[in-house]
């Protein structure tokens, strides 16, 4: 089936640490890609999108590169903030097709 | 700005009331989806349309039923609500095409059934 495993949290890491969070899919062809992020009390929004194979998405200093031989898509920081804190979303959509998410990964940043 | 706003951010109704939570984006997009969100279960999805007067179950369409009469405007009704319909409930649209867009969410509405 189509779906997406993204590791269970929750995450929590000191400031300026380094952040991974893991993200496989399962798919027939090639989805998009996509890591949501949902800030306290808000919706989601996204946070950043990979489209093909080997594209890096990338915003506010987060990362996650779309690896089609490990069907991976994970998401990287180099050093969080405090300001990160929030539950992370990995998804993919194939087609005009609704978004097939993970079960989210909370994120504490502590200073 | 680019928008999805939903009727109300909080809302208290009591144990067989019919619930109506209201949808509307203004960026003209044919998808529209409601989502429930439940701690340790991620988001899941009750409806969605791809236009006007359509729709489609998702995975869990049990108890819910929706409305769409306007392109902008995607309701979510709860015929009899109960207290597992208890839930934080999520809104959004997106382009049709070939799954590359961005989705867009409402801020929710967190509903409480006692």
């Known amino acids: 089936g189509n779906s997406v495993t993204q590791m269970e949290g929750p995450v929590t890491l000191s400031e300026e640490a380094f952040l991974t969070i893991n993200c496989t899919y399962t798919a027939t062809g090639y989805p998009s890609l996509f890591w949501y992020v949902q800030y306290p009390g808000e919706g989601l929004q996204l946070l950043l999108k990979?489209?093909?194979?080997?594209d890096k998405g990338s915003n506010k200093g987060f990362e996650a590169t779309y690896r089609k031989e490990t069907t991976s898509f994970h998401l990287e920081k180099g050093s969080v903030q405090v300001s990160d804190s929030a539950v992370y979303f990995c998804?993919?959509?194939?087609?005009?097709?609704?978004?097939?998410f993970g079960k989210g990964t909370r994120l504490s940043v502590i200073a | 700005d680019v928008k999805v706003t939903q009727s109300s951010r909080y809302l208290v109704k009591r144990t067989g009331e019919k619930v109506f939570l209201e949808c509307v984006q203004d960026?003209?997009?044919?998808?529209m989806f409601w989502y429930r969100q439940d701690p340790g279960l991620g988001l899941r999805l009750i409806y969605f349309?791809?236009?006007?007067?359509?729709?489609e179950k998702g995975d869990i369409p049990e108890g819910y039923s929706v409305s769409r009469e306007k392109k902008e405007r995607f309701s979510l009704i709860l015929e009899s609500a109960s207290t597992n319909q208890t839930s934080m409930y999520l809104c959004?649209?997106?382009?049709?095409?070939?799954?590359?867009?961005?989705?867009?969410f409402g801020p929710g509405t967190r509903l409480t059934v006692t």
């Open positions: 998804a993919r959509r194939q087609g005009n097709t609704p978004l097939v």
């Open positions: 990979a489209t093909k194979a080997d």
């Open positions: 960026m003209d997009h044919e998808n």
């Open positions: 349309s791809y236009d006007v007067k359509m729709k």
């Open positions: 959004a649209s997106v382009l049709a095409g070939t799954g590359v867009h961005e989705q867009y």
